[in-house]
């Protein structure tokens, strides 16, 4: 039997970095490819324990370089694309919102046309629950898959106009897509400009911790395996053209999260600091999943066993983050906190 050769984008960022290594170790007889520009948020020190396999292969390159990027696929001739590859920070999209188009919206476009050329098997695009904009603090409101697109910061902008190009060649073309809509991830190997592993790893120092506004606002907050298995069940199983909200109804407020993470390391919450709100906040994101748990999804993590397990990984592997935590990000918690 031929070997399935899988593209990987974004395979050295948080999501697409525990993608890779889980389709990697689960699948032995697929070929992996990871393609990554390797930027800021890009780390290819986490894939030191599968390098050595022989079905696992980087590539570094722009998927916003046609140049680069239709070769690549004419020669490798992949039978399938799990596309990650994201600007994909909402503070960064609200101070210099360039790049998220060029990445997210023409680097999708080049994918798509690059994928078309070489008629894949299967196109899934991964996107976010921020395209559909915010919610407000009904709990009885979920986004449904049909919940009109409706984001409200540049990144989440810029996800949406990717999701439309995603299903226009879809409609147009009848290249075979998904696209994923999942809520906010944590895990292993999150980058600490992010609220949960930020938190940790100013906490651990004894740092104080910027909570925006009142520190009311939800997210609906999904350890990073199970995204990996809902994209892997919708690589193999998800019906053509359909999009698929990936959420695990954990909502928690962001006060709660922090103090959960305060209380866990046996830290005072004097070190919480209430810092001036983000522009364009949204309030809050929840998921309903009810489409992927019937195409057979089952999370394996509620909140309080995955935080508990993401924080005892944050504590096993300091030397990870805080070789992040000296480089340039230092300059840039700086210049975005003010301090
Ligand atoms: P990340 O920022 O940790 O990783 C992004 C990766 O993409 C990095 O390795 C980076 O080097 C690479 N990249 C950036 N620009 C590139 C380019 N031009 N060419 C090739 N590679 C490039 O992001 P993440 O949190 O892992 O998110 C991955 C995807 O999942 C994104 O598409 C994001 O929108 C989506 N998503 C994220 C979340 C979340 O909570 N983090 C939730 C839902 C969906
Ligand atoms: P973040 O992790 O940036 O994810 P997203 O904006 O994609 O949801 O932020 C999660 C929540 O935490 C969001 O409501 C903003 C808030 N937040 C803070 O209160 N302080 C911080 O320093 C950061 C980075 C986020």
Redesign the pocket.
Known sequence: MMRKKILV?????????NFVQYMVNKYPDYDIYN?????Y???LTKHREIEEKDNYWFIK????DREEIIPLFTSKKFDYVV???????VDRSITEPEIFI???VL?TQVLLDAAKLVNVKKFVH????EVYGELDFDPNIFFTEDTPLQPNSPYSAS?ASSDLLVRSYSETYGLPVNIT??????GPY??PE?LIPLTISRVLNDQKVPVYGDGKNIRDWLHVID?CSAIDLVLHEGENGEVYNVGGHNERNNLEVVKTILHTLNKSEDLIEFVEDRLGHDKRYAIDPTKLEKLGWKPKYNFDTGIAQTIQWYLDNKEWWEQIISGEYREYFEKQYNV
């Open positions: 984008t974004g395979g050295s960022g948080f999501i697409g970095g393609l990554d520009l390797l930027t948020a890009g780390d390159a722009d998927i916003a596309h990650f590859a994201a600007e994909s920070h060029r990445t997210n680097g991964v996107s976010t629950d996800k809509r999942c809520s906010n991830n944590y999150h980058f992010k995204h």
